[in-house]
């Protein structure tokens, strides 16, 4: 079965770092767009990160930028999210996502994505 799951999720305090891994099974990660994505009580889903097959091209939603650096490691089938400089803010379920088109980073919404993780929680206190 197609499936990816996060992990790297847990309690951490404002400040401080937390590395999320994404690792696919089922299908090779390398022929996929993967897209992290967040969501807190109440609200919509929302794109964090995006990154492409090749790793040659990424993109940060504004409130992440030059705080979290996605990239991917296609021989180990797994993406990571390094989140630096954590605010309470970022609190939220975080997950990853894949599909096999080489456009979906230029869409910032869920509906491109086929595969989705079942995601891990992410708390930073304050």
């Known amino acids: 079965q197609l499936q990816l799951v996060e992990s790297g999720g847990g309690l951490v305090q404002p400040g401080g770092s937390l590395r999320l891994s994404c690792v696919a099974s089922?299908?090779?990660?390398?022929?996929?767009?993967i897209g992290w994505f967040r969501q807190v009580p109440g609200k919509e889903r929302e794109r964090v990160s995006c990154?492409?097959?090749?790793?040659?091209?990424?993109i940060y939603a504004d409130s992440v930028k030059e705080r979290f650096t996605i990239s991917r490691d296609n021989a180990k089938n797994t993406v990571y999210l390094q989140m630096n400089s954590l605010k309470p803010e970022d609190t939220a379920v975080y997950y990853c996502?894949?599909?096999?088109?080489?456009?979906?980073?230029?869409?910032?919404?869920?509906?491109?994505?086929?595969?989705w993780g079942q995601g891990t929680e992410v708390t930073v206190s304050s």
């Open positions: 996502a894949a599909v096999a088109n080489t456009m979906a980073c230029s869409v910032s919404r869920t509906y491109p994505y086929r595969y």
């Open positions: 990154i492409r097959r090749s790793g040659d091209y990424t």
């Open positions: 089922g299908f090779t990660l390398s022929s996929y767009t």
